[in-house]
């Protein structure tokens, strides 16, 4: 496969998915280069280069031809203008959003607004409207208490889960406490180690880290064992908010009473790691070997990535030797790492060597592999390559999975095929590949830069029947986009949303759209959004 990727000669194939694929990918074999945005991750960036511009006045409503029947027939709505309520609706999952995306003051009113109807609800009902709230704690509380009400229907422990973490989410720990507890008290195994798990992620995530460590001790209350399990659970929370020194502390205070693992000890390596203390991970894996474990391949694979990472190839290389000496084998996940860092480093054939390499040690790719070299290949401009591994990685049988649509379309995007990146995601509507917030990213971007209202609202909408709440991230997005193409209108209603669902905006977008409005002389708009940021620090406890 080297050989062909360097020739540009990948070998075809007749599935009729993948020649679906290449149909949509095909306008992206017209352009070589696009301009690099700041503002996506850095791992879907391009080349420079300049673009037609459109005439404000037509680009609200345009839709391509192609595509405008699919926008059509979905129920679009303003996510700042909800519809009223329906009761000729036959879909219940549909009717309850659209009462629910009115902005309701209490948990208390949103269920109220739901009293006078007969939904028929099911488990699967609750699960998806509390996903599509998942981001807004207000109507999915609501939702809940309503539910709860409900005659024969009792909430199971996966919806009780997802309260939990949508209020810890929300950093309401106060009402995450008290669900914790009503759980406790119906018994019947509803708290389990899942429930505790979101308890350390969502304290952890708000730098409650010793109100974590607090969580853990506590297990025992609720019928919980404090086991290698859950110490590892605990510490992985941590190390994710970069505090291993903490992780370290609770390793320390409970390995004599709980008996440490391999995965205990890679917790620790990958949080040094991250932390690049690399002399502290070395001193971790000689720790694991003298409690009996010997570092695997996930153990090292830390070290390739931190490494990586700082582009130190040179130290990637004496790692992948020591593996091979010590018999631990790297795996598909290794080359990716190895692969993908060459190629942010614009070692193409470098990077493309190391499938090779893979090749020789038996390692079959997987689908993020493929997924990495798409990224590589269209970060160097070699869009038909992109186009021909597609289409490969069907013949060594390795379907595209979401990674794969959100890498291709974030580089339709950033080429600004606007036609190849929406029928990628009509594609993966077609062959049941659901969508993640990633997916949504570059889309809604380009429709702020070429001010394609009319589908971005779509593409709004098209998320929210994904069951795929907007986070704090897409609503910056959507501020700054909003910002640069000049329709501060917009911009002001996707901010107050955003605090309204109880985000805090980071400063530097709160401080362009300030600088925005007050150059163009919006003074009113600009008082309203400083109480909007007082407001969502006072909330947040900034």
Not at 344 to 357: D, F, G, M
């Amino acid at each position: 496969m080297l050989t062909r990727l360097h020739n540009l000669k990948l070998h075809s194939t007749s599935k009729t998915h993948i020649n679906a694929l290449r149909y949509f990918l095909n306008p992206l074999c017209t352009t070589t280069e696009v301009a690099e945005s700041p503002d996506l991750p850095s791992w879907v960036k391009f080349f420079d280069t300049n673009h037609p511009k459109h005439a404000a006045s037509d680009d609200d409503d345009f839709v391509i031809p192609s595509l405008a029947n699919w926008v059509e027939t979905h129920n679009l709505n303003h996510p700042t203008k909800p519809p009223k309520p329906s009761t000729s609706d036959t879909d219940d999952l549909e009717s309850i959003s659209r009462i629910l995306k009115v902005r309701y003051p209490s948990p208390e009113n949103a269920a109220e607004s739901l009293e006078r109807y007969n939904f028929e609800l099911s488990n699967g009902l609750v699960q998806r409207v509390l996903m599509r709230f998942s981001n807004d704690w207000v109507p999915a509380l609501g939702f809940f208490i309503w539910a709860k009400r409900r005659t024969g229907y009792r909430h199971l422990p996966e919806a009780y889960n997802s309260m939990v973490d949508v209020l810890g989410k929300s950093k309401n720990f106060d009402l995450m406490w008290d669900f914790v507890e009503e759980m406790d008290q119906i018994g019947d195994g509803y708290v389990t180690l899942e429930t505790m798990t979101k308890v350390f992620r969502r304290l952890a995530k708000a730098g409650k880290h010793q109100e974590a460590i607090e969580a853990f001790r506590g297990m025992e209350r609720f019928g919980l064992s404090k086991d290698v399990a859950a110490l590892n659970t605990l510490m992985n929370a941590l190390v994710k908010e970069r505090s291993v020194e903490l992780a370290q502390e609770a390793f320390l205070e409970f390995k004599e009473s709980i008996p440490v693992n391999s995965h205990s000890f890679n917790v620790l390596i990958h949080g040094w790691c991250k932390n690049r203390k690399l002399d502290i991970a070395r001193n971790t894996m000689e720790e694991m070997e003298r409690h009996g474990f010997r570092p695997d391949v996930f153990s090292y694979t830390c070290l390739v990535e931190a490494y990586c990472s700082d582009k130190d190839f040179r130290k990637v290389d004496e790692v992948l030797s020591e593996m091979k000496g010590k018999a631990c084998e790297p795996n598909a996940v290794t080359y990716t790492i190895v692969m993908h860092a060459l190629g942010k480093a614009r070692e193409i054939t470098k990077a493309l060597e190391v499938y090779e390499l893979m090749k020789g040690n038996g390692v079959v790719p997987d689908v993020s592999f493929y997924s990495s070299l798409i990224y590589i290949l269209g970060k160097a401009g070699r869009l038909k390559d992109v186009q021909e591994v597609v289409e490969d990685m069907t013949k060594q049988g390795v379907k595209p999975d979401a990674m794969t649509y959100n890498t291709l379309i974030s580089c339709a995007c950033e080429h600004s095929q606007e036609e190849a990146a929406l029928k990628l995601l009509k594609k993966m509507e077609e062959d049941s590949c659901k969508p993640d917030v990633q997916t949504y990213a570059p889309l809604l971007k380009m429709c702020c830069r070429k001010k394609r209202m009319k589908v971005l609202y779509f593409l709004l909408d098209h998320m929210f029947k994904n069951d795929i709440s907007i986070d704090a991230g897409t609503y910056a997005l959507l501020v700054r986009g909003m910002c640069k193409n000049g329709k501060l209108e917009n911009a002001c209603s996707f901010f107050e949303e955003m605090v309204l669902k109880s985000f805090v905006p980071k400063d530097s977008t709160y401080k362009m759209l300030i600088e925005e409005l007050q150059g163009k002389s919006m003074e009113k708009e600009k008082k309203h959004i400083e109480k909007l940021m007082l407001q969502a620090k006072e909330q947040g406890n900034v």
